[in-house]
């Protein structure tokens, strides 16, 4: 599997952007993709991710309410719908997409992802 992951942006503070990450495959229904983000001097964070289904979410607290992930599996592609930007969400925001039982803690964690896109730049202005 392939991600390209793109959408990022400069905004200002309150405003919205939305991500989109677009796969090659034929198999991309069967895995579950994930939001994380990397900002400058920090490791990677966890944002927001998807069942194989569309049908179970999570989110890390410090987005839940602000930011919405979706995915459309006829066109192999998820969304991350961020609202309410602030500041401390720029970051570099990756996609990933794995193959594993769908679990919390266990989604939070980046091994548990088998393919990442290249990264995209959010930068929110205050």
């Known amino acids: 599997v392939q991600l390209q992951a793109s959408g990022g942006g400069l905004v200002q503070a309150g405003g919205s952007l939305r991500l989109s990450c677009a796969a090659s495959g034929r198999t991309f229904s069967s895995y579950t993709m994930g939001w994380f983000r990397q900002a400058p001097g920090k490791e990677r964070e966890f944002v927001a991710t998807i069942s194989w289904s569309g049908s179970i979410t999570y989110y890390s607290d410090s987005v839940k309410g602000r930011f919405t992930i979706s995915r459309d599996n006829r066109k192999n592609t998820v969304y991350l719908q961020m609202n309410s930007l602030k500041p401390e969400d720029t970051a570099v925001y990756y996609c990933?997409?794995?193959?594993?039982?769908?679990?919390?803690?266990?989604?939070?964690?980046?091994?548990?992802?088998?393919?990442w896109g290249q990264g995209t730049q959010v930068t929110v202005s205050s």
């Open positions: 990933a997409a794995g193959i594993f039982a769908f679990r919390v803690p266990g989604v939070k964690f980046p091994d548990e992802y088998d393919y």
